[in-house]
């Protein structure tokens, strides 16, 4: 019987809340699955279990929070051994996790009072309070066409769950749809689970999708909105998070800094061409080209690849990436590219999009949040022409690229203007020298000058 626990979502994290269970006793799970939901300071993660087993017994309730390393379920493994002393857990990726803190058992269930509890009963459905709902779960109404304002959510203080939303959908029934109904609504791109029909048995006709399609247009934005107050304290939470880590980086860490200019005429030259060649949406940027350039220096260089732990350097099993992501309400993810080094470029564009995506829509999964070996920061569509990056701990590097500019340059002995990118390079002294850091950089510049070779 192995124990699944509130996994270490980064150096930042000593707790975490259970928002929901993906999954329940009996059920069959295999490695890699995501089997709940975790609520972080900094956003909401799918965490996926270690073991293929059984579901055994699931030890906290959502709306819970505990620390890191406390139990919170039992899998009945396949290959079910006799617990030795010294035995070996499943190997995870990632840095070794600091020491769990002292499991704190769950405090004890306190039932609402019973002027709340009367209060959610008695008030009529128009005026109930509305429940709260994470990300997810408002991105799968949304996306299953169910009102949350209409659920009553089986979680913790009335928190609406992913199952609430997929039971709703599964019960509601579906009305007939006119053909020319459903054609129009695939040109003007709108959601058939979303139209009230006003035909005869609810049937949706065309009229009723262009009436859908107009609202859509012109409705506000904030359909769900997450209550401010809640918002706010995530704000608050998040900002609290990265000051502790960043002022803990700067005070722990001997930053020392480089940066060189790199010629990018090649680069751009190679992307016009491929770009050109490519449909619209499979076309690359020029972060693609600059991320696969720092993950084949790392990777040649991996002293800068892994992490500072218990007074050495332990290098990481993979180049995976740290790509900073900032977030439309503020803060700051920076959740990995796996094994960046080897992706085809094609590939490597389409998953930075995929996580740029689902940062935003708050549906991470644990392993993107606790493997990175190695951060990039590129602040070029902002316009800053060069970035000196805090690193993150444990790790000992980070790349930061400016904005392609265009600038005066000198080759073959002629002056010209030629686009270049400012490459920098942040590195903890302790594990590094500058030599290391300059064979970096280098690598880097070379990289780019030969795109052909990305």
């Known amino acids: ?128 309070v509305p429940h709260e709902a994470v990300p997810l779960v408002r991105r799968l109404a949304r996306e299953r066409g169910v009102d949350l304002g209409a659920l009553h959510g089986s979680g913790p203080h009335g928190r609406i769950t992913r199952s609430d939303v997929e039971r709703a959908a599964a019960r509601r029934p579906r009305p007939p749809i006119t053909p020319l109904a459903r054609r129009l609504a695939g040109e003007l791109g709108v959601d058939l689970a979303t139209v009230t029909g006003t035909g005869r048995h609810g ?115 993979g180049v995976h990436l740290g790509v900073a992501v900032s977030l439309r309400g503020g803060g700051l993810v920076a959740p990995a590219l796996h094994d960046a080094d080897r992706l085809p470029l094609p590939e490597l564009m389409s998953r930075l999009k995929d996580l740029v995506t689902r940062v935003r829509e708050g549906r991470l999964r644990g392993s993107e949040v606790s493997d990175p070996t190695i951060t990039v920061t590129n602040l070029g569509d902002q316009g800053v022409e060069s970035v000196l990056g805090v690193i993150y701990p444990p790790q000992v590097a980070l790349i930061g690229f400016g904005r392609v500019v265009d600038r005066p340059c000198a080759v073959d002995g002629l002056l010209g203007v030629r686009p270049t990118v400012t490459a920098t390079l942040s590195a903890d002294h302790r594990a590094t020298d500058g030599a290391i850091g300059a064979r970096c950089l280098a690598e880097v510049d070379r990289r780019l000058r030969h795109p052909e070779e990305l």
Not at 28 to 40: C, L, M, S
Request: hydrophobic content about 40%; aromatic content about 4%; charged content about 30%.
């Open 203 to 317: 049937a949706v006709r065309a009229d009723d999708v262009r009436k859908a399609a107009a609202g859509r247009a012109a409705a506000p934005v904030s359909g769900h909105a997450e209550p401010a107050r809640t918002a706010d304290d995530r704000a608050v939470a998040m900002r609290r998070t990265i000051a502790g880590l960043m002022a803990r980086s700067k005070r722990d860490i001997p930053h020392y800094y480089l940066s060189t200019t790199v010629d990018m005429a090649a680069a751009m030259g190679w992307l016009r061409d491929y770009n050109r060649r490519s449909p619209v949406g499979e076309r690359l940027l020029p972060a693609a080209l600059l991320l696969k350039a720092a993950a084949l220096a790392v990777r040649e260089v991996p002293a800068l690849n892994g992490f500072w732990t218990e007074d050495r350097f332990t290098e990481g099993d």
């Open 1 to 128: 019987m192995a124990e699944f626990t509130m996994p270490s979502l980064g150096a930042d994290m000593d707790e975490g809340t259970l928002q929901e269970w993906l999954v329940r006793p009996g059920e069959r799970i295999r490695r890699g699955d995501p089997v709940a939901v975790v609520e972080t300071a900094k956003s909401t993660i799918e965490v996926e279990c270690f073991e293929t087993g059984t579901v055994g017994e699931l030890l906290v309730e959502p709306g819970r929070t505990v620390p890191v390393g406390t139990p919170l379920a039992l899998i009945e493994t396949d290959r079910e051994e006799p617990e030795k002393p010294g035995r070996k857990p499943p190997r995870r990726r990632g840095p070794k996790a600091t020491p769990p803190p002292k499991v704190v058992p769950p405090p004890p269930h306190e039932p609402a009072p019973a002027g709340d509890r009367e209060l959610a009963v008695d008030l009529p459905p128009e005026g109930r």
